[in-house]
């Protein structure tokens, strides 16, 4: 099992800016509190159905134990900072790794990780710099999810149009 938590929130604004959201969503005069809430839940919607952090931040992830690669489950990575673990004797300890942008870690001496006794925390930093050339798909979705949202849908019932957006392009399909 893994455990996943951004160490800050996502800047919506940044991401989805006001004249975009404004431009396609055309909210009314006083609505800026609730445009802002739309689009932090369009954003996390999108980041949790994707695996994709949509602004580069700092993430944790927290696993069981050392088994095989540990997939990071935010894209893309761009650095892995440390990886901590209690070894046998009770003690703190990191181990040195390797890793790719698609969140594959693996030790670097392989095939073997070492001995630990409870979690491991891996700290990495995932996110695009800027969305919208780099993954212009996502942006698009999250806005498509904040007008669908604002219109007094849900993120129960989501578009057609979204999911298969970010289907097609963001997501991996897992086997088992």
Request: aromatic residues 8%; glycine residues 8%.
């Amino acid at each position: 099992m893994v455990t996943i938590t951004a160490a800050a929130p996502i800047d919506g604004p940044a991401v989805l800016p006001d004249a975009l959201i404004n431009q396609y969503v055309k909210p009314g005069e006083g609505q800026e509190l609730l445009v802002d809430s739309l689009r932090l839940t369009a954003l996390m919607w999108v980041e949790q159905h994707t695996g994709h952090s949509l602004a580069r931040r700092q993430w944790t992830a927290v696993f069981n134990r050392f088994d095989g690669a540990l997939w990071l489950k935010r894209q893309p990575v761009r650095s892995v900072a440390s990886v901590a673990y209690t070894d046998t004797g009770d003690q703190p300890a990191t181990v040195r790794v390797r890793w790719d942008r698609n969140g594959r870690v693996l030790p670097v001496q392989e095939p073997r990780w070492p001995v630990a006794c409870g979690p491991i925390t891996v700290t990495f930093d995932a996110g695009y710099d800027d969305v919208a050339t780099e993954a212009p798909g996502l942006q698009v979705a999250a806005l498509m999810m904040i007008k669908h949202l604002f219109d007094g849908g849900s993120v129960d019932d989501v578009p057609a149009t979204v999911t298969a957006l970010l289907d097609a392009q963001y997501r991996t399909p897992v086997a088992g």
